[in-house]
């Protein structure tokens, strides 16, 4: 069955650095595009970033984070750098079949990791 497992997350202070990694089975991981969203409590999923031979991410990111692939180890990767409070939230990868930046868009779901930044 398809997995996508995220990993990565934790506690930093604001302005660190963290790298989010997905590995993905059960798909045939270059067909996919891949995405990464948060949630934050009481807010809903919101889109990152997004990658196949394109790339995307949301205006409260650009030139801060960079999403990344490796189709041979099927892994995505999320670098995230000058950290703030505000990105607090859980962390989802995603897979798609077709391209997209909205929740809808995508077929399949990690568990979620957790990062916070403290101020």
């Known amino acids: 069955q398809v997995q996508l497992v995220e990993s990565g997350g934790g506690l930093v202070q604001a302005e660190d650095s963290l790298t989010l990694s997905c590995v993905v089975s059960?798909?045939?991981?270059?067909?996919?595009?891949m995405g990464w969203f948060r949630q934050a409590p009481g807010k809903e999923r919101e889109f990152v970033a997004a990658k196949n031979w394109r790339t995307d991410y949301a205006d409260s990111v650009r030139g801060r984070f960079t999403i990344s692939r490796d189709g041979v180890k099927n892994t995505v990767y999320l670098q995230m750098h000058s950290l703030k409070p505000e990105d607090t939230a859980v962390y989802y990868c995603a897979a798609a079949r077709t391209y997209g930046k909205r929740v809808d868009d995508y077929n399949y779901w990690g568990q979620g990791t957790q990062v916070t930044v403290s101020s």
């Open positions: 059960g798909l045939r991981f270059n067909n996919y595009a």
